[in-house]
């Protein structure tokens, strides 16, 4: 089936950096989501791609749906503390297919 | 704050106990979702009901039981579980056709505990 390869895995920041990470699938996908999760949460919608090449903003964050249609990337910038917790990548293929999700990547903000 | 409601928030049930986990959405979407997430783990699908029918089942134990009362309900009831199905349960919705349809949206989670 179809895998999404999320990386890195964790990442360990000084506030005020910025923060960027990025998601790579097998084959294509026609939509591309970006969540975060705290802990004891259910994830919370960031930022949702539809087209390639779409670049899409929604504060400090900046995600874009790759050209090749196999890959997304999430920058964040001047990171703050309440930027803590994980990260999910999740695409879809075209047709009826599930949501796939990436693996994750677990922010820490050092203050 | 999420538009989809998940009850309860907190559950512990003894492997013969029958309970229910309860989910509702307002907004007007057509596709619901029931999810499962452990710890440190992304969520992995489990149930989805489109126009309030059953389209898709992950080999899912049948003591995990969905139930979709109408378009803005989902329940899942639960019967016979093991300590292992202890997790993070999600409910998700989405619209259904075009690219919107292809958004999901999660509630807070139910965390469930089998003793």
């Known amino acids: 089936g179809q895998q999404l390869n999320q990386s890195p895995q964790s990442m360990f920041i000084q506030e005020g950096e910025d923060v960027s990470m990025n998601c790579t699938s097998s084959?294509?996908?026609?939509?591309w989501l970006w969540y975060k999760q705290d802990p004891g949460e259910g994830p919370v919608l960031l930022i949702a791609?539809?087209?390639?090449?779409e670049l899409t903003s929604n504060g400090r964050l900046t995600a874009q749906f790759g050209i090749t249609r196999k890959d997304s990337f999430l920058n964040i910038s001047a990171s703050i503390p309440s930027d803590v917790g994980i990260y999910f990548c999740?695409?879809?293929?075209?047709?009826?297919?599930?949501?796939?999700f990436g693996k994750g990547t677990r922010l820490s903000v050092i203050a | 704050d999420t538009e989809v409601t998940q009850t309860p928030k907190h559950l512990v049930m003894g492997m013969t106990n029958k309970k229910s986990l309860k989910c509702e959405q307002h907004m007007g979407h057509r596709a619901m979702y029931w999810y499962k997430q452990k710890a440190k783990k992304p969520p992995e699908l489990m149930f989805v009901?489109?126009?309030?029918?059953?389209?898709i089942n992950e080999s899912v134990p049948s003591r995990f039981s969905p139930e979709c009362p109408n378009s803005s309900l989902l329940n899942l009831h639960l019967h016979a579980l093991q300590p292992e199905d202890s997790a993070l349960y999600l409910c998700?919705?989405?619209?259904?056709?075009?690219?919107?349809?292809?958004?999901?949206?999660f509630g807070e989670g139910s965390w469930l505990t089998v003793v």
């Open positions: 999740a695409g879809r293929a075209p047709g009826n297919t599930p949501l796939v």
């Open positions: 998700a919705s989405s619209q259904e056709g075009g690219a919107n349809g292809n958004t999901i949206y």
């Open positions: 084959s294509i996908f026609n939509t």
């Open positions: 791609l539809y087209k390639a090449g």
């Open positions: 009901y489109s126009y309030e029918k059953l389209s």
